[in-house]
């Protein structure tokens, strides 16, 4: 979705490295969420986040509404983080997904 | 998500048949949504309903008909098959302004 860019499109990290994936937006929102797709496909909810920071274990996710943005960090990663990472803006009951993150990460 | 379940998980269809993707939620959400995603593409929005009601459509082609039954029910009838329709369909459902929540999809294949 070009309403949604996410960066960068793919990353490799060792074991225990930390994680900073990007999200912008070019348009206004009502909210936006984090997913973690699974290598078969399904879609996990990470964060719903339309402002301010939300911690999860290791993750946390910042959405800054006036400027557009939205980040989630990885701390101490795992290779079973491995997957395909969206973020996601909700306008008008409909939502936009960004190409997202390819995340692999090496024992 | 458990509570949201499509069926089947797997589909093969022939060119040119008529297939129908069951999408059921038990969260209790009044909006449902289906997606798409095309190999290593991304997803693709393709219907919103609020209330049993389509609010969005963003499929160009009236081969794909959403068919709501009963309020937790999203229905996906897709009829005259293509090869390029293979995709894994996935069903979604919110409170309307809350989280989206997704089913573990249907990966359809036309041959």
């Known amino acids: 979705g070009q309403q949604v860019q996410q960066s960068p499109a793919s990353l490799v990290l060792q074991e225990g490295e930390n994680a900073e994936l990007q999200c912008n937006f070019s348009t206004s929102l009502n909210s936006m969420q984090w997913f973690y797709q699974r290598p078969g496909g399904s879609l996990v909810s990470l964060f719903y986040?339309?402002?301010g920071t939300k911690h999860s274990g290791r993750l946390t996710s910042t959405t800054v509404i006036k400027e557009r943005r939205s980040s989630l960090h990885i701390s101490s990663s795992q290779t079973t983080d491995s997957g395909t990472y969206l973020c996601?803006?909700?306008?008008?009951?409909?939502?936009?997904f960004g190409d997202g993150t390819q995340l692999v990460v090496k024992p | 998500d458990p509570k949201i379940i499509q069926k089947p998980k797997y589909l093969v269809a022939v060119t040119g048949s008529e297939k129908i993707l069951i999408c059921e939620q038990y969260l209790g959400h009044n909006a449902m949504y289906w997606y798409r995603q095309s190999a290593k593409k991304p997803l693709e929005f393709m219907f919103s309903y609020s209330y049993q009601k389509l609010m969005d459509n963003q499929t160009a082609s009236s081969r794909f008909q959403p068919q709501s039954s009963k309020k937790n029910h999203l229905d996906l009838q897709i009829t005259a098959l293509k090869p390029d329709d293979s995709a894994t369909y996935f069903c979604?459902?919110?409170?309307?302004?809350?989280?989206?929540?997704f089913g573990k999809g249907t990966r359809l294949t036309v041959v």
């Open positions: 979604a459902s919110s409170q309307e302004g809350g989280p989206v929540f």
């Open positions: 986040n339309p402002s």
């Open positions: 996601a803006l909700d306008r008008n009951n409909r939502i936009f």
